[in-house]
Nanobody, 119 residues
């Protein structure tokens, strides 16, 4: 069974950094490398879930304007893992962060990891 598991969330002060990880299991390494686009979403209390960053199977990236220049998405295809490096964190970054995997005709979600940024 395909599963995405996030880790690395926690409590950090404004201006601090965190690195989130998303490990994908139940997916062949070649399949992950060649056809899976990966993304990070977040959902703050009372707000809609929003796209934070995306990385294609080819390594192209895009970011929400609110995190551009502060966050970096990357992937390690040998580990079926996607990362989100978050620097210069702000209180408005507080949310549950979800890993998303988009494969052939299927979409997968992790359970989320809480990120809390104090002012």
């Amino acid at each position: 069974q395909v599963q995405l598991v996030e880790s690395g969330g926690g409590l950090v002060q404004s201006g601090g950094s965190l690195r989130l990880s998303c490990a994908a299991s139940g997916i062949g390494f070649n399949t992950f490398r060649v056809v899976f686009h990966m993304a990070w979403y977040r959902q703050a209390p009372g707000k809609q879930r929003e796209l934070v960053a995306r990385i294609t199977s080819g390594g192209d990236t895009n970011y929400a304007d609110s995190v551009k220049g502060r966050f970096t998405i990357s992937r390690d295809n040998a580990k079926n893992t996607v990362y989100l490096q978050m620097n210069s964190l702000k209180p408005e970054d507080t949310a549950v962060y979800y890993c998303n995997g988009n494969g052939p005709a299927k979409e997968y979600w992790g359970q989320g990891t809480q990120v809390t940024v104090s002012s």
